[in-house]
């Protein structure tokens, strides 16, 4: 079945370590997004990827980056300069990034920092 | 920036009607609307773009007014399983696509 991935769905991590979030994805989409989500908010953009090996900033793209080496994966890393990382983080990707498509997204992963 | 939506939460009974709002500071291109339950992921419901068209999934239908910049959502005859957050996606002329803050919605027997 076609889909995107994103593991762990739990993580929990030390403050001022990194940490790494997986997005895989086996619906041959060009576009890929990452969003957070916190507790009653709606969706911030983080980062996304129009095209393999290109990148853009999202609306709160400090303490994140993220890497787009292949097309169908975009992990995002959480860097010790990300001053709240805890929260709920979604993947998503969508044939491009015109307007007329729709976004699949992961089932997310919840990060906490202690 | 993040388009209003009204409102913030609604309880309803099995069978009632419910209509969600989102609206723009901006001339918008497109609206897309998304459901999303507590703890899984956003689930694509519908786009509509400029035009002031209509769209329409299972007894869930929309209508954008580009002029206004305003979309609703319209849920008809709501049952327990249209529970959830919506959440409107809005895409201003030349801005990345933007989510709403989410309208919480409980459908009760």
């Known amino acids: 079945d076609g889909g995107i991935t994103q593991s762990p769905k739990y993580l929990f991590r030390k403050e001022g370590q990194n940490v790494t979030l997986s997005c895989e994805q086996n619906l041959n989409h060009d576009a890929m997004y990452w969003y957070r989500q916190d507790p009653g908010q709606g969706l911030r953009l983080i980062y996304y990827s129009q095209i393999v090996n290109d990148f853009q900033k999202g609306d709160i793209a400090e303490g994140y980056s993220v890497s787009r080496e292949k097309k169908e994966s975009f992990p995002l890393t959480v860097t010790s300069a990300q001053k709240n990382p805890t929260a709920f983080y979604l993947c998503?990707?969508?044939?491009?990034?015109?307007?007329?498509?729709?976004?699949?997204f992961g089932q997310g992963t919840r990060l906490t920092v202690v | 920036q993040q388009p209003v939506q009204s409102p913030q939460a609604v309880i309803l009974r099995e069978g009632e009607d419910a209509v969600i709002n989102c609206s723009s500071s901006?001339?918008?291109?497109?609206v897309h609307w998304y459901r999303q339950k507590h703890g899984e992921a956003p689930v694509f419901l519908m786009i509509l773009l400029k035009g002031g068209e209509q769209k329409g999934h299972e007894k869930i239908s929309a209508s954008f007014n580009e002029k206004k910049q305003q979309s609703s959502l319209y849920l008809t005859a709501s049952q327990l399983s249209y529970s959830g957050t919506y959440f409107c996606g809005s895409e201003p002329y030349g801005q990345n696509f933007v989510f709403g803050p989410g309208t919480r919605l409980s459908v009760l027997p």
């Open positions: 901006k001339a918008l291109y497109s």
């Open positions: 998503a990707s969508s044939i491009d990034d015109g307007p007329n498509t729709e976004a699949f």
